[in-house]
């Protein structure tokens, strides 16, 4: 997949994207990084990307015109003047404090994609007119706020890279894990030594049973907690 991060610290992901199982998707070829800069779209010379919000207020607002310019130069267009958007297999993602909750259900439908786009939010937020004329939607990863929206993408960006196929080690390990099922988290697992300072592995799990071990780790795993 093209994962196309618009944001104002390109350098935040430097490392998370060459590191680990991303790197590995990367290499691979099953992945593809773009870093785009929000502020190489700013047309005066303070490369300036924020403004004081309309009405008064703490903070700055991000502007749109950097962000409309940096999508469209990925060839994006707004969606009043892009009719084929909804057809293409990619999205526009902006990361807001304000958006829908990104779960494992939503991983699983944005890696169907061959393209996404994220826009990292930052300061008090984003002028409105990105939300309704540019993104497709937005996306928050829990009921906090961070200092911008950097951390968020990154989480999205792995949540779904481990999804697609070819980029795990194992195929198998994305079935029966915590959020697979929804609202019900993971069974517990053990590993060797057997014992360890007396804190023992439970038994049935020594036997080679599979049925009895699958009851077991369905018994164990347990409903989450609103």
Known sequence: MRFKVLTLFPEFFSSPFSTSMLKRAD???????????????????????????????????????????????????????????AAR???VIL????????????AVELSQLDELVIICGHYEGVDERVAWHLADEELRIGDFVLTGGEPAALVMVDAISRLIEGVLGN???????SHSAVGFLGHPQYTRPVEYQGWQVPE????????????WRKSQSRQEKN
């Open 89 to 91: 297999k990619s999205r």
């Open 95 to 106: 990361t807001s404090a304000k958006g829908q909750a990104f779960t494992q259900e939503k």
């Open 27 to 85: 290499a691979k070829g099953i992945n593809e990084y773009q870093l785009i800069n929000i502020r190489d779209f700013a047309t005066d010379k303070h490369q300036t990307t924020d403004d004081r919000p309309f009405g008064g207020g703490p903070g700055m607002v991000m502007k749109v015109e950097p962000i409309h310019a940096a999508l469209y130069d990925l060839g994006y267009k707004d969606k009043e003047h892009d009719p084929n958007r």
């Open 204 to 215: 049935i799990l020594l036997q080679g049973h599979h049925k009895l071990i699958e009851a």
């Open 171 to 177: 195929e198998s390990s994305t079935t029966n894990e």
